[in-house]
């Protein structure tokens, strides 16, 4: 027996075990969705340590039992005392998104690094003498990357003052996530920088991929 959750649109979100046990059954389903995937680091990344609210409207929930399913409906509401308009309230939830799908895109480009350099680690000890050196530029030019990208010693990011593409995404979506008006255009602009500098690190271990590893 489980309970299927459904957006306003239909779209199917998530599936929870709704229980077996006589009697009643309390199933809990959050108003917030998970946290997002970041890269990997030795440092805790508070900024991202919590997911968006979902948005406003009518959810469908289904409970399936065997053959038999049970529907109802879930109405989530906007805070009554939210005196912001509905366009800066839209501009304010796709400023969010943006910032929250970069963090989980970044961390598949970094994840998509370590495990390039892993692989070339593992390669370099069959290699011959002519791919080498090569493959050492390699390995170094990922550890490089993912430097880049995350802090790798502890302690570093806020505290220390060495702040890497993961900090400074977070950083803006935990602000925007903080205030549920109309984002500043600063922040929008840095998003577009970020943005394009996850497709930067993207498009370079594409290519380390694609022509650098030995078959």
Same mark, same amino acid.
């Given at each position: 027996?489980?309970?299927?959750?459904? #957006?306003?649109?239909?779209?199917?979100?998530?599936?929870?075990?709704?229980?077996?046990?006589? &009697?009643?059954?309390?199933?809990?389903?959050?108003?917030?969705? #998970?946290?997002?995937?970041?890269?990997?680091?030795?440092?805790?990344?508070?900024?991202?340590?919590? &997911?968006?609210?979902?948005?406003?409207?009518?959810?469908?929930?289904?409970?399936?039992?065997?053959?038999?399913?049970?529907?109802?409906?879930?109405?989530?509401?906007?805070?009554?005392?939210?005196?912001?308009?509905?366009? #800066?309230?839209?501009?304010?939830? /796709?400023?969010?998104?943006?910032?929250?799908?970069?963090?989980? /895109?970044?961390?598949?480009?970094?994840?998509?690094?370590? #495990?390039?350099?892993?692989?070339?680690?593992?390669?370099?000890?069959?290699?011959?003498?002519? /791919?080498?050196?090569?493959? @050492?530029?390699?390995?170094?030019?990922?550890?490089?990357?993912?430097?880049?990208?995350?802090?790798? @010693?502890?302690?570093?990011?806020?505290?220390? &003052?060495? +702040?890497?593409?993961?900090?400074?995404?977070?950083?803006?979506?935990?602000?925007?996530?903080?205030?549920?008006?109309?984002?500043?255009?600063?922040?929008?602009?840095?998003?577009?920088?970020?943005?394009?500098? +996850?497709?930067?690190?993207?498009?370079?271990?594409? =290519?380390? *991929? *694609?022509?650098? =590893?030995? *078959?």
């Amino acid at each position: 027996m489980y309970v299927n959750v459904y #957006d306003s649109t239909g779209k199917f979100m998530k599936k929870l075990p709704a229980g077996n046990r006589k &009697g009643i059954n309390i199933v809990q389903l959050s108003t917030m969705m #998970d946290p997002p995937k970041v890269p990997k680091s030795p440092n805790i990344l508070d900024d991202a340590a919590f &997911g968006p609210k979902y948005v406003s409207g009518t959810y469908t929930l289904k409970l399936v039992k065997g053959t038999e399913t049970f529907t109802t409906y879930l109405k989530l509401n906007d805070n009554p005392e939210m005196n912001h308009t509905f366009e #800066d309230r839209k501009l304010q939830r /796709e400023t969010l998104m943006k910032a929250y799908n970069l963090l989980e /895109e970044l961390a598949s480009v970094d994840q998509q690094i370590l #495990d390039t350099h892993d692989t070339l680690k593992i390669k370099i000890t069959g290699a011959k003498r002519s /791919e080498l050196k090569k493959m @050492q530029t390699q390995i170094a030019i990922c550890e490089k990357l993912h430097e880049q990208i995350s802090a790798t @010693q502890s302690g570093e990011g806020g505290i220390t &003052g060495q +702040v890497r593409l993961r900090e400074n995404i977070a950083e803006i979506y935990s602000a925007v996530a903080g205030y549920p008006g109309k984002p500043t255009n600063l922040q929008i602009k840095a998003l577009e920088n970020y943005d394009n500098q +996850v497709k930067d690190f993207a498009a370079r271990i594409k =290519i380390i *991929k *694609k022509n650098d =590893i030995p *078959k």
